[in-house]
């Protein structure tokens, strides 16, 4: 399994991205799909993660400000990220739990600019 993800880049603050997630099979089934960010010098931490029946959780600092949704008709998932700020500067990777085991994504860079 290969997930493809893509939509990063520089914004200035207050900017938005939609981030996308293109996986090589079939997401219909999959039962957990999710984006995690790891900033410069720092853990990498979930930001967002949707299951296959729409159960959506968020991370406290992206909550108001982000939105994740799925097309099993193209095989994506994205993240929309709203009123972007300098601290949200990371490598966005997404992520899907599949039998048991983890496939990541090659990561995506945002920079947000002050």
């Known amino acids: 399994v290969q997930l493809q993800a893509s939509g990063g880049g520089l914004v200035q603050a207050g900017g938005s991205l939609r981030l996308s997630c293109v996986v090589s099979?079939?997401?219909?089934?999959?039962?957990?799909m999710g984006w995690h960010r790891q900033a410069p010098g720092r853990q990498r931490e979930l930001v967002a993660t949707?299951?296959?029946?729409?159960?959506?959780t968020y991370a406290d600092s992206v909550r108001v400000r982000s939105s994740i949704t799925r097309d099993n008709a193209k095989n994506t998932l994205y993240l929309y990220l709203n009123s972007l700020k300098p601290e949200d500067t990371a490598v966005y990777y997404c992520?899907?739990?599949?039998?048991?085991?983890?496939?990541w994504g090659q990561g995506t860079e945002v920079t947000v600019s002050s």
């Open positions: 099979r079939s997401i219909a089934r999959i039962s957990v």
């Open positions: 992520a899907a739990d599949i039998d048991g085991e983890r496939y």
């Open positions: 949707l299951t296959r029946g729409g159960s959506i």
